[in-house]
């Protein structure tokens, strides 16, 4: 049977998938009648029903564990199983978020450490873990801007700069947090535009939001200049920490300038994302900010661990105290890779995105052609010259049972195709996507219309997005 | 009326002047070409004032959304709801049954800074010859 049904159109009167224990709690009344469902309408199937619809549903999934998932800006690596173990042990996954601090001080103390880890790995001053995901994590270091420069009472900086090869998220979060938005050009080497920059930075800036290395998936050998420019005319300077796994164990952002940096340890550091969370988006400030940081920050004090705030805390972000389990599976991963593990990461994530670009580059339309960091930016501008479009070689590669790219993005790249390996995968898997990449390519010129129509192989074919667009449907057609 | 005697911004909005100090305002066939298919458009409401060069709304299509351009200065007088329920026709009529909204212009003479339609059409293949160098 395939997946088009649900539980419902499958239920029968009297069939039953489990049985009940046996009662171990005094019997109670039930509450008054009227607060009672007379009818409560759950599907009837038998365990093995069941079963096979679950699993069914799982085979239709594709994650990493599946194949090759080179989502640009998105850093989909392996999560190593070892980190679930971890962060199952009793002494982390059951405690309860109001116990006592005296007893949970295991689990205060891997936030504490990791809150130092992150600190020295940014090369910053302080971090907060609270934020729950990246653009969270985005909110939270803007909301430090805001209360930075009011502190100091200057309230004439209501406007945020961020380059048109921008993170949507940036802009959104900036408008959340009340600022107006400027844009920075990029220049033809897809580094910022330093005249524009230079036009656009006045006291009206709060702070530039720069991600490091770009979305272009380049390094701007500028950084340096660009902090200085922004913090000579009174901005900050922030990270969108999107693209660490470029920079890890190489370079800090601090050094680099940068006042504060949000990570995304579902990405860098390896927990599972992708499904929705759960995220978590820390961040990392430099002295000027620590002050303002969110409530509660980790100290230790005489060999026991408690929560703080800090004195000009901007307060409570989130409930409790972050997305924990992920803490957990981060300070795994940091742990077990070390400081010298850590620096391999980058230094494969970059030598396998540039493999990629060199053995894709006589194919696909390459617009920046430049040493890449962790990902590379096509365009499908020769394919659309030949009616193929970057959604056609997108729907492709599904084909191929691989995911395809991030594609349309960054915006400044026409039919982008932004394609980010990590460093988890092996020359083997690289070459096997080179292959059908460089097959789609020569299907474009002979065979434009398996792309047109594809995919072929999926469970459904190509999905009408426009007309879901139009007229959302989201209701699922029982079968009576 | 007739294209050519439109004016456009380099946001690729158009406005049809009309009598009464009226203008009636679209996007332009280039700017619907770039989006691709339109699933939603959030244009102001009448009595909304806008000013020229700022933000009056926004344009979503499958790929992005992009914000509206007031062309001109002035006061939203009446909005296309055809085209608000079927946003496809930005794509099928841009200069015609796609039109967005009508505008009473506080400011007509605005309207000699925008460029008439052979300055846009230069403007236009400029840009499309960049993108296929």
């Known amino acids: 049977m395939s997946y088009h049904y649900v539980l419902p159109e499958i239920s029968e009167s009297g069939k039953i998938g489990c049985s009940l224990p046996a009662l171990d709690v005094p019997p109670t009344e039930l509450p008054p009648k009227q607060l009672l469902r007379q009818e409560l309408e759950l599907p009837e199937v038998s365990e093995v029903e069941l079963m096979r619809y679950f699993t069914a549903l799982s085979k239709l999934n594709y994650g990493v564990d599946t194949g090759f998932y080179p989502l640009g800006s998105c850093t989909m690596k392996y999560n190593p199983k070892w980190h679930e173990d971890i962060a199952r042990l009793a002494g982390f996954a059951s405690i309860h978020p109001l116990q006592p601090e005296e007893s949970v001080q295991g689990a205060l103390q891997l936030m504490f450490e990791l809150e130092e880890y992150l600190t020295e790995i940014t090369g910053t001053h302080a971090t907060s873990l609270v934020p729950i995901a990246g653009a969270h994590g985005e909110f939270t270091g803007l909301l430090l801007v805001k209360a930075y420069h009011q502190d100091r009472g200057d309230k004439a900086r209501k406007k945020i700069l961020l380059t048109d090869s921008s993170h949507g998220t940036n802009p959104a979060s900036a408008v959340m947090c009340g600022f107006e938005i400027g844009v920075v050009a990029s220049d033809g080497e897809g580094n910022v535009d330093m005249k524009d920059l230079e036009s656009a930075m006045n006291e009206e800036v709060a702070a530039l939001t720069l991600t490091m290395p770009t979305t272009l998936g380049l390094f701007d050998p500028k950084i340096l200049e660009i902090g200085q420019l922004v913090h000579e005319r009174g901005g900050l300077l922030g990270a969108d920490g999107a693209n660490l796994n470029a920079l890890l164990g190489q370079v800090k952002f601090g050094e680099l300038g940068y006042d504060y940096v949000q990570l995304n340890l579902h990405k860098t550091f390896s927990t599972p994302h992708g499904g929705g969370g759960p995220g978590s988006g820390p961040v990392c400030v430099k002295e000027n900010l620590a002050d303002f940081l969110p409530s509660p920050l980790v100290t230790k004090n005489k060999g026991m661990y408690k929560f703080v705030s800090p004195t000009k805390s901007i307060g409570r972000v989130a409930n409790f105290w972050g997305n924990f389990g992920v803490m957990c599976k981060a300070y795994a991963y940091i742990r077990s890779l070390g400081a010298e593990g850590l620096k391999e990461v980058s230094e494969n994530a970059v030598l396998n995105a540039n493999y990629l670009k060199e053995k894709l580059k006589p194919y696909y339309y390459l617009s920046y052609d430049r040493i890449c960091m962790h990902e590379v930016v096509f365009s499908g501008r020769r394919q659309k010259a030949k009616g193929v479009h970057t959604v056609d070689i997108a729907k492709r590669l599904l084909d191929y049972g691989l995911h395809p790219p991030t594609v349309y993005f960054p915006l400044v790249v026409d039919e982008a195709l932004m394609i980010e390996p990590t460093e988890t995968e092996s020359k083997q898997t690289l070459d096997a996507f080179v292959e059908a990449m460089k097959e789609i390519a020569r299907d474009v010129e002979e065979n434009p219309e398996v792309l047109h129509t594809a995919p072929h192989s999926t469970p459904v074919r190509r999905l009408d997005d426009v007309r879901a667009a139009r007229n959302p449907d989201l209701r699922w057609h029982m079968r009576s | ?133």
């Not at chain 2, 049809?16 to 102001?44: H, M, R, T, W």
């Not at chain 2, 806008?50 to 062309?71: N, R």
């Open chain 2, 1 to 133: 009326m007739n294209r050519k005697e439109y004016k456009y911004t380099v946001e690729h909005e158009w406005i049809c002047p009309e009598s009464g100090n009226k203008g009636k305002v679209g996007l332009a066939d280039y700017a619907q070409s770039q989006l691709g298919d339109i699933v939603f458009l959030d244009l102001p409401a009448p009595g909304t004032q806008v000013k020229q060069g700022k933000k009056m709304g926004e344009v979503e299509s499958v790929k992005a959304v992009s914000d509206i351009f007031a062309p001109a200065s002035g006061q939203v007088v009446e909005i296309n709801q055809t085209v608000i329920d079927e946003p496809g026709l930005v794509n099928k009529d841009p200069y015609g049954a796609g039109w967005l909204v009508r505008l009473e212009l506080s400011k007509p003479s605005e309207l000699d800074a925008l460029m008439d339609s052979d300055e846009y059409d230069k403007f236009v293949a400029a840009l499309s010859e960049k993108e296929s160098e």
